[in-house]
């Protein structure tokens, strides 16, 4: 059984950065692929970010790009979200993902994945 734990959030001003991390115990796959998403209040959840176990791969959404890094360290079996340039629309409920990882599938809708963090606040204020 996948439990994911998510860590990191908080409150900071517009250009500044934050880390989040993502624990993983539990875990029954032996590839699988961890994501990130948000949601912001009243909005859907939408996908920020994902890295396979082996870090082949990446994907991050057009609205992050070169301000967001994700990398995992596998022998924590942790994943880390490093967000830069902060702006206030980035402010979200982060939520940490994790699935079994099939070469050739997409991973950048929530539905495709089946495990779940509890979620942490980012909120950027301008």
Known sequence: QVQLVESGGGSVQAGGSLRLSCA????????YIMGWFRQAPGKEREFVSAISRNGGTIY?????KGRFTISGDNAKNTVYLQMSSLKPEDTAVYYCAAEAYYY????????DFGSWGQGTQVTVSS
Not at 60 to 64: N, P, Q
Request: net charge positive.
């Open 104 to 111: 050739g599938r997409s991973y950048t809708n929530p539905a």
């Open 60 to 64: 991050y959404a057009d609205s992050v």
């Open 24 to 31: 993983d115990s539990g875990r029954t796959f032996r590839w």
